[in-house]
């Protein structure tokens, strides 16, 4: 078996999460800021943004990859990762530029592929359980 999808998920997500980590920095090195978020709103969202792709990206890397053992299909291993990266530049876009109504649309996004992707996990493992 390979792992195409997964392997992919991992090079876009893992980019997406290097980005955002250089924006924080860039954000410190302009404002002089070493710890926290000085106060500045501009270096509170580059925070929150990077933290909050973190959150998401490394659990559904666990759930892509618990999708490739089950051997999902490449059509919904496929719709899965596009989704959730088109959701990830999205809400990372939205949460650096205060648009509210793509953070929440992306959000949406994220939180359908989460979701579906674990009802994915628990109807292959019935399967297994019950072959």
Excluded: P, Q
């Excluded at 924080?24 to 500045?40: E, Q, W």
């Amino acid at each position: 078996m390979t792992h195409y999808w997964f392997i992919l998920y991992v090079a876009l997500n893992a980019l997406i999460v290097t980005l955002l980590a250089l924006n924080v920095s860039r954000n410190r090195i302009r404002h002089r800021i070493s710890n926290g978020d000085g106060g500045k709103l501009e270096m509170k969202a580059a925070i929150r943004a990077h933290g909050n792709a973190v959150e998401h990206v490394t659990v559904f890397g666990l759930v892509v990859l618990a999708l490739e053992f089950a051997s999902a299909s490449a059509t919904v291993l496929g719709a899965l990762v596009l989704a959730f990266t088109v959701s990830r530049l999205m809400h990372a876009a939205s949460m650096l530029t205060s648009a509210f109504n793509l953070r929440r649309a992306a959000a949406g996004l994220t939180y359908l592929a989460e979701v579906l992707g674990c009802l994915w996990l628990v109807v292959a493992l019935l399967g297994l359980c019950f072959a």
